[in-house]
């Protein structure tokens, strides 16, 4: 006998309330788009900035006051300080000068904390430096993972629950066609990646891939969101963030199958069926496993936030937002798309690919 944390028989009407979802779901973007929009796009970390980044290690512990207050005086734009581990005796020193060579970097830091903290012995441990021309690139490239990502998803979802793996080829020949007109004109990367996210969800509805697309708009609505309250928090953005992404994009897609099955299945061999009770049905019916998984999830995720240490902090409460938005968005998004634009019925000839648990 399975575990559950919800009685069998329950029945919450997830649907009836869709409405209250999606206005709560809009809000929350607009909050983060606004915010993104006030700070002139996202705060970027180092890595899509660049800048150099400086760990240094302490012989006593010091804090983050202190060591900030002993660099005031060097030329050091946009100084970061950021502990690591829970001791004070380790910190990074983040910067956006790149253009001074990085020994005159090591030297001004060593002599100045040299100078102001003459007790604590400071020792730099690694010093890295990151080209703005190289930032750039790395924030292209990153944009582009996590919109392959999605696109691919869209594909996989198209083939698997509909059958369609023709009208998901349709769709990546008509993004590439788009894509590469855009190209041509010479538009930025963010704005190809904003043009080939529309030209996928438009293609989606067009063909009529209502799977394909619920799970898209889902995933794309829990970028949205973390990438907004990280906005919202002056957050910094950087490779661990885009990781933290990508992962959130894996996560909420097998939530999200895990309820599109479920559908499938109850759809199958029957003759008539009210699609908003099917749905409905199967969301309750998987929802001790979706509670079970994501709140065993959430859980280590939390450790990793308060013990983890400063250096994937920020990666953890990505990971935290992300398993929360893309829990509801399973429910609460990626299930009410089915029903707003339709799905077709599965023959009833048809194998189930893999059964998704009830609890």
Same mark, same amino acid.
């Given at each position: ?5 919800? #009685? ?34 996202? &705060?970027?970390?180092?890595d899509f900035a660049g800048g150099i980044v400086v760990q240094v290690d302490f012989e006593k512990p010091v804090t983050v006051k202190e060591v900030k207050s002993a660099l005031d005086h060097v030329d050091l734009p946009g100084l970061v300080i950021q502990q690591l581990g829970i001791e004070g005796g380790e910190y990074l020193i983040r910067t956006s000068q790149s253009d001074i060579p990085s020994q005159e970097i090591r030297d001004r830091v060593e002599q100045t904390l040299a100078k102001n903290l003459p007790d604590r012995q400071g020792s730099i441990q690694r010093l890295e430096m990151v080209g703005p021309k190289v930032g750039s690139d790395l924030r292209s490239k990153a944009l582009e993972a996590l919109y ?89 953005? *950087? ?22 099955? &479920? ?7 029957? #003759?008539?069926?009210?699609?908003? *009770? ?10 001790? &496993? ?56 599965? #023959?009833?000839?048809?194998?189930? *690919? ?6």
């Amino acid at each position: 006998m399975s575990f559950s944390i919800v #009685k069998p028989d329950i029945n919450i009407n997830f649907i009836g309330v869709r409405k209250i979802a999606f206005a709560v779901s809009l809000a929350l973007i607009l909050l983060g788009l606004a915010s993104l929009v006030a700070k002139g796009g996202p &705060r970027y970390g180092v890595d899509f900035a660049g800048g150099i980044v400086v760990q240094v290690d302490f012989e006593k512990p010091v804090t983050v006051k202190e060591v900030k207050s002993a660099l005031d005086h060097v030329d050091l734009p946009g100084l970061v300080i950021q502990q690591l581990g829970i001791e004070g005796g380790e910190y990074l020193i983040r910067t956006s000068q790149s253009d001074i060579p990085s020994q005159e970097i090591r030297d001004r830091v060593e002599q100045t904390l040299a100078k102001n903290l003459p007790d604590r012995q400071g020792s730099i441990q690694r010093l890295e430096m990151v080209g703005p021309k190289v930032g750039s690139d790395l924030r292209s490239k990153a944009l582009e993972a996590l919109y392959y990502a999605v696109l691919l998803i869209a594909i996989y979802i198209s083939g698997r629950f509909e059958q369609r793996w023709f009208a998901a080829a349709i769709m990546a020949g008509g993004l590439f066609a788009g894509i590469s007109v855009l190209e041509l004109a010479g538009a930025p990367t963010e704005y190809l990646i904003l043009a080939a996210g529309v030209i996928t969800l438009g293609l989606c509805w067009y063909l009529k891939l209502t799977y394909a697309l619920g799970a898209t708009v889902a995933l794309v609505h829990d970028v949205l969101i973390t990438v907004g309250v990280f906005s919202l928090l002056n957050k910094e953005f *950087d490779l661990t963030i885009v990781a933290a992404l990508l992962t959130i994009i894996g996560y909420s897609l097998n939530d999200t199958i895990i309820v599109f099955d &479920r559908i499938r299945e109850n759809l199958r061999g029957k #003759k008539a069926v009210d699609l908003g *009770d099917t749905i409905n049905k199967s969301i309750n019916q998987t929802l001790s &496993r979706t509670l079970l998984t994501s709140g065993t999830t959430l859980l280590v995720v939390l450790c990793l936030y308060l013990f983890g240490g400063g250096v994937i902090h920020d990666f953890a409460l990505a990971l935290l937002i992300g398993i929360v938005v893309g829990t509801y968005s399973s429910i609460f998004v990626a299930s009410p798309i089915l029903l707003s634009f339709g799905v077709s019925k599965p #023959k009833q000839a048809e194998a189930p *690919d893999s059964p998704a648990e009830a609890g």
